[in-house]
Nanobody, 121 residues
Framework: QVQLVESGGGLVQAVGSLRLSCAPS????????MGWYRQAPGKQRELVAS?????????NYADSVKGRFTISRDNAKNTVYLQMNSLKPEDTAVYYC?????????????WGQGTQVTVSS
């Protein structure tokens, strides 16, 4: 059973910074991608950023966070990070880590429990 352990959320003032981290525990085969999603109250869950492990580490960002957020991965620790700078009140949401693992063509989607990020104005 794979679990994703998230950390780093909290309360920060606007223009401040936070760093989220996420690491899988349990047996992982071959990670295809790791990413962060967020869900604000009354809104759908949306992709924030993702990094594609099998594509040389290419990244993808939501337009709303480009230039402010950076996703990265520590291969040795199998950990993904989301560095969030210049935070805005509209970034307030529960942030979820997502890992897509693959094994002989079968895809496994894992989700973290979510970590609250609150940005005050």
């Amino acid at each position: 059973q794979v679990q994703l352990v998230e950390s780093g959320g909290g309360l920060v003032q606007a223009v401040g910074s936070l760093r989220l981290s996420c690491a899988p525990s349990g047996r992982i085969f071959m990670i295809y991608s790791m990413g962060w999603y967020r869900q604000a109250p009354g809104k759908q869950r949306e992709l924030v950023a993702s990094i594609y492990i099998t594509s040389g580490g290419s990244t993808n960002y939501a337009d709303s966070v480009k230039g402010r957020f950076t996703i990265s991965r520590d291969n040795a620790k199998n950990t993904v990070y989301l560095q969030m700078n210049s935070l805005k009140p509209e970034d307030t949401a529960v942030y979820y880590c997502n890992v897509i693992d693959t094994y002989y063509g079968t895809r496994y989607d894992y989700w973290g429990q979510g970590t609250q990020v609150t940005v005050s104005s």
